[in-house]
């Protein structure tokens, strides 16, 4: 059997290596790794290969960025052809990012089966442009993977078919918990005991004017009590640029390879973000989580997990941050499954098609 795995944002690198590990036991499977280049940057992409210790890509279709449109058309177009020619019996694709639902739309049209790993997950926040990529891949996909149970359920109420799902658990927390070893390890010169690790990139935050203003001005504030280490994601450094807001008293950083960022993470205090996997990997290492959002596509990191929706502004964020901060810690436990095997699971249902 010859798999095709689709792989494009930082997010998914993280998810695709445990299940090429897992799959690598299988004589009988052969495996194909391509990259749409929808993140390019070295250190949003390459130094994530290294460390997670990925294959280099079979082929790179080096996309790069641009509109929604152009981005998943650009990756549809190059990504046909490839397809048609290396003949993949499924493709594997990751996550809600442009290049998951781009992948997803030409193999369906191709008649090629697809998996969808991390499928089910739903925010019902249709201006997400994720929200419109997850609900997409999974009406496509021939076989979905879920973390967790309400993955299953929203497929279910979606009318998606119980034979198609599987419940194999979180494979963003394979690499978690095969990496931990290494970021325990990792000397942090110079940073203090305690600070507020921060993440920000989505549109909704950085691109309104606004609200990256609200949020800056409650990070400037808190980071004269506690230091806050925000590395920067490249859309979020352009607009502090474009919009001339000054946050040069953080300690701003480029984005950081895994490795050093799980470090970060693990010693933080509490860890302020607005991504997806964020939410997930602080449930696991327990480390308070301030979400910078009015939803979550991944509800058990709040009803189990460390996670607070504080929503937009800076008003709960403070708040929150003030509970944390005299030790009044949400209580936590880990969700099943996210034991490190799920990209295992994955490979022995796989093996058996
Ligand atoms: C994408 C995903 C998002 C994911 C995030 C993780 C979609 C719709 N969004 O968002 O779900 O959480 O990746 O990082 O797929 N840029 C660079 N170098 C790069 C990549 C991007 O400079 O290597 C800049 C470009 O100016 C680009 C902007 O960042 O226009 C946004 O990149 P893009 O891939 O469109 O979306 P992300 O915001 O990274």
């Known amino acids: 059997m010859h798999i095709l795995h689709v792989v494009g944002a930082r997010p998914n690198l993280m998810k695709v290596a445990p299940v090429l590990g897992a799959l690598k036991h299988y004589s009988r499977i052969k495996q194909t790794l ?14 994530f290969f290294q460390q997670l210790e990925i294959p280099a890509p079979d082929v790179n279709l080096g996309v790069g960025s641009g509109s929604h449109a152009r981005q998943t058309a650009e990756i549809m177009t ?19 990012v442009n290049s998951t639902v781009a992948a997803a739309l030409v193999c369906a049209k191709l008649l090629i089966q697809v998996g969808h790993v991390e499928a089910g997950l739903r ?3 249709r201006t997400m442009p994720e929200e419109i990529n997850r609900l997409v891949t999974d009406q496509l996909a021939d076989l979905l993977f879920t973390p967790s149970a309400d993955g299953d359920e929203n497929l279910e109420r979606e009318g998606i078919p119980g034979h198609k799902i599987y419940r194999v658990g979180n494979v963003m927390i ?12 990792k000397k942090m010169n110079g940073l203090p005991d305690s600070y507020v690790l921060v993440t920000l990139h989505r549109p909704a935050n950085v691109d309104d004017d606004h609200t990256l203003k609200g949020i800056l001005e409650c990070l400037l504030e808190l980071n004269s009590q506690l230091k806050v280490v925000f590395p920067v994601h490249p859309r979020t450094r352009q607009r502090i640029a474009d919009f001339g807001f000054d946050a040069s008293q953080l300690d701003l950083r480029e984005p950081l390879p895994y490795i050093e ?18 939410q997930e990997e602080t449930t696991y290492l327990k480390v308070p989580c301030l979400t910078l959002r009015n939803n979550t596509e991944r509800p058990v990191t709040v009803t189990m997990g460390t996670n607070i929706l504080v929503g ?20 936590s436990s880990v969700p099943p499954l996210w034991d ?12 058996k098609l």
């Open 123 to 125: 925010s019902r926040d």
């Open 174 to 185: 394979d690499s978690l918990v095969r990496l931990l070893p290494a970021a325990i390890e």
């Open 34 to 47: 391509i990259h749409t280049g929808q993140h390019y940057d070295t250190n949003m992409s390459d130094v």
């Open 312 to 331: 937009q502004n800076g008003a709960t964020l403070r708040t929150e941050l003030t509970k944390i901060l005299n030790g009044k810690q949400k209580r």
């Open 261 to 278: 960022f799980l470090a970060l993470q693990r010693r933080a205090t509490a860890v302020v973000t607005d991504s997806g996997g964020i």
């Open 78 to 96: 190059r990504f046909e052809p490839v397809v048609l020619e290396r003949k993949p019996d499924l493709v594997l694709v990751y996550g809600d």
């Open 340 to 351: 490190g095997r799920a990209g295992e699971r994955i490979a022995e249902i796989l093996s």
